[in-house]
């Protein structure tokens, strides 16, 4: 099983995009995946046209059970999308509360990580999505994930929002003696400004090749898609957005050979 997180402390840079795109790609190709959505917001939830509200469980529900995770319960929580081999594990507003609720607890780190031990013979990936604050979610997700994958608009202000993330990495890196292998993405692209391609220039300048060596440009086509609730490449298989994502996904599943290994 590869576990990727997709983070970033920048809102709008194509976090929840990236998540659906490559677990579309992936489920197509029939690989068994599982989309963990935990955003409050629960835009990748809505995505899958689940409205996370009405849903009688959800990560929230995984969180809850702190020691007493069995695979059993987790899978209560789990929901079938209407995309072959791809499930969901919904967000709720209420996971916005865990912080203040369970925080302070010893092991509150590693719940995801212990949720996905019990997954392991279920799913071949499993793609976290991860709202853009440092709490106790982001902790959890960095600590189960093989590699983060950091979507960064290419504008000279999303490379202020990814300085950030980057001090983040770091710090949990310090406290928990864990090494992050990560890949920064150059998103929404647009080939017609030069602030496009000096952002570019710039990640490479910063983060040599830990920047995935091409960018997912702007593609009114991601909008459509999510609007039919649909995985960009089931919606619009030749567009160009989807075609940068099976090109991402290929660098990435060549990483994830050495990741495992
Ligand atoms: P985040 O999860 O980081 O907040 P989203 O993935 O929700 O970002 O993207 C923010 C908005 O930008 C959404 O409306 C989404 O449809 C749109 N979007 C994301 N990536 C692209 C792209 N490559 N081209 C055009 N629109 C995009
Ligand atoms: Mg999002």
């Given amino acids: 099983m590869v576990v990727w997180t997709v983070a970033n402390q920048k809102g709008g840079v194509g976090k929840t995009t990236t998540t659906v795109a490559l677990a579309g790609l992936l489920a197509e190709r029939g690989q068994r995946v599982l989309c963990i959505d935990t955003d409050p917001h629960a835009s990748l939830t809505y995505y899958f046209g689940f409205d996370s509200e009405e849903l009688p469980t959800s990560a929230f529900d995984v969180f809850l059970l702190g020691k007493e ?58 793609l976290i999505d991860v709202p853009p604050v440092l709490g106790v979610l982001m902790v959890n997700a960095l600590a189960c994930c093989h590699r983060v994958l950091i979507p960064v608009q290419t504008e000279f202000l999303a490379l202020k929002g990814l300085e950030r993330m980057m001090r983040t990495l770091k ?90 290994s």
Avoid at 100 to 126: C, F, H, N, W
Avoid at 196 to 218: C, F
């Fill in 171 to 260: 710090l949990i890196q310090k406290s928990r003696g864990q090494d992050y292998r990560y890949t920064i993405i150059p998103t929404l692209y647009d080939k017609r400004t030069r602030a496009s391609l000096d952002t570019y220039k710039k990640l490479v300048e910063r983060y040599g090749r830990s920047v995935w060596n091409g960018m997912i440009p702007i593609d009114t086509k991601f909008r459509d898609a999510s609007n039919q609730q649909l995985p960009p490449s089931l919606y619009a298989p030749k567009a160009r957005g989807v075609l940068a994502y099976q090109s991402l996904l290929t660098h990435l599943q060549q990483l994830a050979e050495q990741d495992l």
């Fill in 69 to 126: 995770i069995s695979r059993d319960k987790v899978k209560q929580s789990i929901v079938p999308s209407e995309v072959k081999n791809l499930d969901v594990l919904p967000s709720t507003m209420a996971l916005a509360t865990l912080d203040r609720k369970l925080g302070s607890q010893g092991g509150m780190g590693l719940i995801l990580k212990r949720t996905l031990a019990t997954l392991e013979q279920d799913y071949d990936y499993v």
